[in-house]
């Protein structure tokens, strides 16, 4: 799903959305590779894995409810810290969703900044864009104990109900 992202990205961008790409570098993986286990992916709510590291895999549903709400299913996630798992996330909804993982105060930034600049396409490890009826998959490795969120940040969707906890639990 990492090639048809950049597919989309390179099929979708224009120069405005390559430039608000990387305005701000803040992003901090440009080349949207997925070398995995650096030091440079390495992030506070943990890494991106090899497939046969994960232990299970959880689906997670992004849809639309007829009231005008968006949401994920499940609407919150737990595991322990250095636990890795496989996400097959699946978009049954008629619009765009994507699933990002990351602190509370991360998304909330990255949120601001796709508000200015909607077009804006990004690759990062933590997170996957799915067209209406796509399914996808990310590996993650859950590194530090915390409360993490999940979200989508497409302009709307987060204030319309797309984002939920993420709790990884020290003993
Ligand atoms: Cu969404």
Do not use: Y
Not at 56 to 76: A, C, H, K, N, V
Not at 94 to 118: C, I, S, Y
């Amino acid at each position: 799903m990492k090639l048809t992202a950049l597919t989309t990205a390179f099929l979708l961008g224009t120069g405005a959305a390559m430039a608000a790409g990387t305005h701000d570098g803040g992003h901090g993986h440009d080349d949207g590779h997925m070398a995995g286990h650096g030091h440079a992916d390495m992030m506070q709510v943990g890494r991106p894995a090899a497939p046969d590291e994960a232990s299970r895999t959880i689906g997670i549903t992004m849809r639309e409810t007829s009231d005008g709400e968006m949401l994920f299913e499940p609407g919150e996630l737990n595991f322990q810290p250095g636990e890795t798992v496989r996400f097959r996330i699946h978009n049954a909804g008629e619009v765009e969703h994507e699933f990002v993982m990351d602190t509370h105060e991360n998304n909330e930034e990255h949120r601001e900044l796709m508000q200015k600049f909607p077009e804006m396409e990004h690759d990062d490890p933590n997170a996957i864009r799915l067209a209406p009826g796509e399914t996808g998959e990310i590996v993650w490795s859950f590194a530090n104990a915390g409360k993490f969120q999940f979200a989508c940040l497409i302009p709307g969707h987060m204030e319309a109900g797309m984002h939920g906890p993420i709790h990884v639990q020290g003993n």
